[in-house]
């Protein structure tokens, strides 16, 4: 380095430290919507400029910022797992498997309580530290799960 350099370390320094207190534009490419209404958003990676990774983000809705969790495509294409965002087609097809899931388990829900099936039974809570199920309870007053191991 030549002498000049050296001086002005400080003044460097400065005026690095007061843009970093700067507010930045962000302005990322659009890439696409969800079925919630969640817009999309990268801005790619500049390995010219020191920037590696990719930044992505979404802005939900107005009035909807505590929500439905995200669709699993967007979710995986926001935290880096696939490169390319879900194309429209993609997204349809998961849609109209997540609503044929809803009728068939509909479906299995009717044909059970039609059987005869009552609803699920609470789970019993006793003084022991987790829970216990009567389908797994053996009946036998010997066996203790605290002096199992004796």
């Given at each position: 380095m030549a002498n000049g350099e050296y001086r002005h370390v400080w003044r460097i320094v400065l005026r690095n430290f007061f843009n970093s207190l700067k507010p930045r534009q962000i302005k990322g490419n659009n890439m696409g919507k969800d079925y919630i209404g969640n817009i999309y958003y990268e801005i790619p990676a500049d390995p010219q400029r020191g920037k590696r990774k990719a930044t992505r983000w979404y802005d939900p809705p107005k009035g909807l910022d505590f929500q439905e969790p995200l669709p699993s495509e967007w979710e995986s294409w926001l935290r880096m797992r696939r490169?390319?965002?879900p194309t429209a087609e993609e997204i349809a097809k998961n849609v109209a498997i997540a609503e044929q899931k809803k009728i068939n388990a509909a479906k299995i829900e009717e044909k059970?309580?039609?059987?005869g099936g009552a609803l699920p039974t609470p789970v019993e809570r006793g003084a022991q530290s987790f829970p216990t199920y009567p389908e797994?309870?053996?009946?036998?007053?010997?066996i203790n799960p605290k002096n199992k191991y004796r």
């Open positions: 490169t390319e965002p059970r309580l039609a059987e797994y309870h053996t009946g036998d007053p010997s």
